[in-house]
């Protein structure tokens, strides 16, 4: 498999960013939904969110690279289909990205709340630069917590896409974010 993306599927790179940013985002949603019925006295009322935290700067990381990937490869030819169908792909492709970026955003202002650095891995630390808004903890939550129900939503839909992609539509477009070309005979 090349490194880069050509007319008809997408290079290792541009997988390896959505295999390792789908399963990521899905289990930082559920260790999000998770954390929320810690007990001050559970053992991981302390870690699950440092965790979380930590993931969500390494996710934002990839999320930049990943854009930055797109911006200077080519992407795949789409399959044959309605223009108003590839118009919707490309809208909610664009909208997860706005999605994950937004939930970032404010999983960083929430964590960065009372002015506290947050610490990724022990690696580094990423600096509290705007606190002290009034509610911005509350606010910031309730934005991410929403933002996080809406990404899981359409995750569900683009998955449930490329699976009639490949069962019902019988085209390639699955096989190409797996990195392999299509087949011609379905």
């Known amino acids: 498999m090349q490194t880069r993306n050509n007319d008809s599927h997408y290079g290792w790179v541009a997988v390896a960013f959505h295999w390792l940013m789908a399963p990521a985002i899905i289990g930082m949603f559920a260790l999000g939904w998770w954390m929320r019925g810690l007990s001050y006295y559970d053992p991981w009322y302390r870690q699950g969110p440092d965790i979380h935290k930590a993931v969500g700067i390494l996710l934002l990381v990839l999320l930049v690279a990943r854009l930055l990937w797109r911006w200077f490869n080519q992407t795949p030819a789409p399959e044959p289909a ?3 169908q590839q118009q919707a792909a490309s ?7 706005g ?11 929430i964590s ?3 002015g506290r650095a ?4 022990n690696w580094f630390s ?6 002290g808004l009034e509610n911005q903890e509350d606010i910031a939550g309730a934005v991410h917590k929403w933002l996080a129900w809406t990404l ?5 839909l683009h998955g449930l896409a490329a699976l009639k992609h490949h069962f019902i539509n019988r085209d390639g477009t699955l096989r190409k974010m797996l990195g392999l070309a299509p087949r011609k005979n379905y």
């Open 82 to 84: 309605p223009r108003w």
């Open 91 to 97: 809208a909610a492709h664009w909208l997860l990205y």
């Open 99 to 109: 999605l994950l970026l937004a939930i970032c955003i404010t999983g960083y202002l």
């Open 112 to 114: 960065t709340a009372d």
């Open 118 to 121: 947050i610490e990724v891995f």
């Open 126 to 131: 990423v600096p509290a630069t705007l606190q």
């Open 152 to 156: 899981m939503g359409l995750v569900a």
